[in-house]
């Protein structure tokens, strides 16, 4: 079984990103999800739209639905920071920011995922 890395908590000056968007993603398809963003997001990157500057990542907006601690969805977007913004959406790729906390540096909890989501 998969575990996770242990917990970081970073300074963070906010970031500009590029990412796929998937409002009230539902919880049963997140790996199909997962795959069919980091494919576009690779195609865009072979297209020269954008280049990585860190590694990739899942920004989670909210929980909606379900009970408890089982939510049915979630607003997401998944990408990878850019050191230059996208300028147009490129397909499902466009642009956003990982974000100043109160406008201002904020600290940030990372950890790594040892093994990569795929859809079966």
Do not use: N
């Amino acid at each position: 079984m998969s575990t996770l890395s242990e917990m970081h908590v970073i300074d963070f000056p906010g970031f500009p990103t590029v990412v796929v968007r998937s409002p009230g993603q539902a919880m049963g398809t997140l790996p199909q999800f997962m795959d069919t963003a980091f494919r576009a997001l690779g195609a865009a990157v072979q297209r020269g739209a954008c280049a990585p500057a860190g590694p990739a990542f899942s920004k989670y907006r909210g929980l909606t639905g379900g009970s408890g601690e089982a939510p049915e969805s979630v607003d997401l977007e998944v990408g990878y920071p850019v050191d230059v913004p996208l300028a147009v959406l490129t397909g499902d790729v466009g642009p956003s920011i990982l974000p100043l906390v109160c406008g201002r540096e904020g600290r940030v909890r990372w950890c790594r995922i040892p093994s990569s989501w795929h859809a079966d």
